[in-house]
Nanobody, 117 residues
C-alpha cells in the first residue's frame, strides 16, 4: 500500500520560510515524478512545483525564485523549501507522485500553510 506523509506546514509571518517534506512508503520513488500542489479556499488545486525522475524542475510563475523543490530518492522524500512567503501562499499543500511508466497518481493528505502577521 502506497502512502505519502507530509510534514512541515504551519503558521509563518510574511517574509518567513517553511520547508515541507513528503515521504513515500510502499514504493521506490526513483521512477516517479514528484510534485507539490496547493489549494486555497474557494480556488482550484494548482501545481506549485514538480521535479521529474531525472531531476528536471518546473515552477508556477507565482513562486519562481522563492520556492525550491528537491528530492532524495534514497529516503523516498521530496522537499519544498519556501522562502519570502506571502499571504497569497496560504493554502493546503499536497504532495503528489506520478509513475513515469504507469501514469498512476498518489496524493498525500495535505498540510496547511498559513502566512499571516
Amino acid at each position: 500500500q502506497v502512502q505519502l506523509v507530509e510534514s512541515g506546514g504551519g503558521l509563518v509571518q510574511p517574509g518567513g520560510s517553511l520547508r515541507l517534506s513528503c515521504t513515500a512508503s510502499g514504493i521506490f520513488v526513483d521512477i516517479y515524478d514528484m510534485s507539490w500542489y496547493r489549494q486555497a479556499p474557494g480556488k482550484q488545486r494548482e501545481l506549485v512545483a514538480r521535479i521529474t525522475s531525472g531531476g528536471s524542475t518546473n515552477y508556477a510563475d507565482s513562486v519562481k525564485g522563492r520556492f525550491t523543490i528537491s528530492r532524495d530518492n534514497a529516503k523516498n522524500t521530496v522537499h519544498l523549501q519556501m522562502n519570502s512567503l506571502k499571504p497569497e501562499d496560504t493554502a493546503v499543500y499536497y504532495c503528489n507522485i506520478r509513475g513515469i511508466l504507469s501514469g498512476v497518481d498518489y496524493w498525500g493528505q495535505g498540510t496547511q500553510v498559513t502566512v499571516s502577521s
